[in-house]
């Protein structure tokens, strides 16, 4: 018997089509995963602290991004807050 369905039309290439999508869902949700980790442990805060200063202190040094995060570690550390630790 042949690979195809009633309609005549072949089944060999759905299923690697199949595949692929399913892969490409899975490529989507472990991205949008990455991200939203990524956005609660702060991975975006030294980019928008550097558009920050190139839009409103464009004559400012901007820090390197271990510098930034060094201080910013510092500070939290010197002056704490409400937060859970």
Known sequence: ???ATR???STRSAVPRRLRDAGNAC???LRKVVWYFDSILGGQDYRRYVDHLARN???CEVP???E???TRHADADNNPTNRCC
């Open 1 to 3: 018997m042949q690979d």
């Open 7 to 9: 309609d005549g039309r």
């Open 27 to 29: 490529v989507t949700a």
């Open 57 to 59: 202190h464009p004559g």
């Open 64 to 66: 390197t991004e271990r």
């Open 68 to 70: 930034y995060w060094r």
